[in-house]
């Protein structure tokens, strides 16, 4: 098959669907990356944990793969997740063990790795961002990073561009029908990088969150924390400069909020801090995912998740995994797309719900989770438990997650979901 496949975005889902095209017979895929080179490393990444959910996928779209090996190396097990607010005071603790802390950059690299072991049937062109789409023509603008127009014709196109996709937003001002709501964080994030292994007697299998800096250990023997800058965030968090006094402020800022993170992170550091991306989102649902069985929407283009949901890698490649197995099952590519909008939709809204109440916690939803905490025998496992807890050892369909959750606290009045 060698119509054009044409995949906008080189992040997980952009290089998973690569694969999940790959393995169904299609030759001719390209994907466009705005960023100049797959310098893509811990330095300008974040923390995510890969549950069995996402390594399960990604397996499936290695097949038999050599890469499979590594992909099992990748990340160091996460036995526990602590929480804790003001100077101590442990709120929650969730069980793992099934989950393994590593980061945006280093599951992508594997992932591109894996595209380029494909006899060159999948090609990568850096610097290349995509502007609109036409519907009707079947094509995709894009700009190069010397400033040269190019146009795509392709049999397919696949946003998988990000919660602020170029391609969803021109798909949907040319149909109707295609409906996108989005609701920002309301908080943005930076991330500390300490020097390989560091002395300190915090736990490496225990991903600490604390008064709003969540830390936790790379595979590598590094320490990260990033810290969570709100509105009201005093200004400095947000800073581009690295001065004496910024500085001073931070370590002020970490002795406060999390005194036992502050040893893992050099003066170097702290400077660094002020240089560092600092990275926002918005949580996004869209009423389908396929549109005129030409584009479909993939990872945070189609329901970008949040943080604290540890979703949003997991989500991504389960989607290009389903998106594999719908191309297995016919080879009419139209009726395939068609066949994954209606696997695939549900849930997709029901992950963008999760992410929707992580986002705007209540007092309803701290009453629920102590309540949920305390019945936990009669009431069953909470979302945290399917999601990356001990009940995630089989994976559950993100729909049936919230049908649980539902039904576990409308006695309590139900979850904090955004009304249609």
């Known amino acids: 098959m060698n119509d054009l496949v044409l995949i906008v975005g080189g992040g997980p889902a952009g290089y998973g669907s690569a694969l999940a095209f790959h ?167 930076r991330v500390l990088l300490s020097d390989v292994e560091p002395k300190t007697y915090l736990n490496p299998h225990t991903h600490y969150i604390q008064n709003q800096i969540y830390t936790s250990k790379f595979l590598d023997g590094r320490w990260s924390a ?50 560092r991306s600092i990275f926002s989102g918005s949580v996004t649902k869209v009423s389908k995912l396929v549109v005129d069985s030409w584009a479909v929407l993939l990872g945070d283009a189609a329901h970008s998740a949040y943080p604290a949901t540890g979703e949003g890698i997991n989500s991504a490649v389960e989607d290009c995994m389903i998106l594999q197995k719908c191309l297995e099952k016919t080879s009419n590519l139209e009726e395939a797309l068609r066949l994954y909008d209606k696997e695939r939709i549900e849930d997709a809204n029901a992950l963008s719900d999760i992410a929707f109440a992580a986002t705007r916690p209540t007092f309803k939803g701290s009453v629920q989770m102590v309540m949920l905490g305390l019945f936990k025998k009669f009431t069953g496992p909470s979302k945290e438990d399917m999601l990356f807890g001990k009940e995630s050892a089989v994976t559950k369909r993100y729909s049936d997650i919230v049908q649980h959750w539902k039904q576990q606290t409308n006695w309590l009045g139900g979850p904090n979901f955004p009304t249609n």
């Not at 980061?103 to 790795?113: C, D, F, G, N, W």
């Not at 002020?252 to 550091?269: G, H, I, Q, V, W």
Request: glycine share 6%; proline share 3%.
């Open 226 to 275: 990033g810290i969570s800058i709100k509105e009201d965030a005093p200004e400095f968090l947000s800073s581009t400069d690295p001065s004496d006094s910024n500085v001073q402020e931070l370590r002020k800022y970490l002795k406060k909020m999390f005194p036992k993170c502050l040893d893992l992170f050099s003066n170097e550091e702290l400077k660094r801090y002020f240089t």
């Open 23 to 189: 393995n169904t017979g299609y030759k001719n895929i390209v994907v466009l990356e705005s960023r100049p080179d797959m310098n893509f490393d811990l330095e300008n990444s974040y923390p995510v944990g890969l549950n069995v959910r996402g390594k399960n996928s990604i397996k499936y779209l290695f097949k038999n793969s050599g890469l499979t090996s590594d992909l099992d190396k990748l990340g160091l097990r996460v036995d526990e997740w602590k929480i804790t607010v003001g100077p101590g005071l442990n709120v929650a603790n969730f069980q793992s063990g099934l989950v393994f802390g590593t980061s945006r950059a280093e599951v992508t690299q594997i992932l591109y790795r894996e595209t380029q072991c494909r006899n060159g049937d999948i090609k990568i062109l850096f610097g290349h961002k995509a502007k609109s789409c036409d519907l009707e023509k079947r094509e995709v603008v894009c700009e190069t990073k010397s400033g040269e127009e190019k146009i795509f014709r392709a049999k397919c196109v696949v946003a998988a561009d990000g919660y602020r996709s170029r391609v969803r937003d021109s798909l949907a001002s040319q149909d109707t029908s295609l409906k996108v709501q989005q609701w920002p964080w309301l908080l943005k994030f």
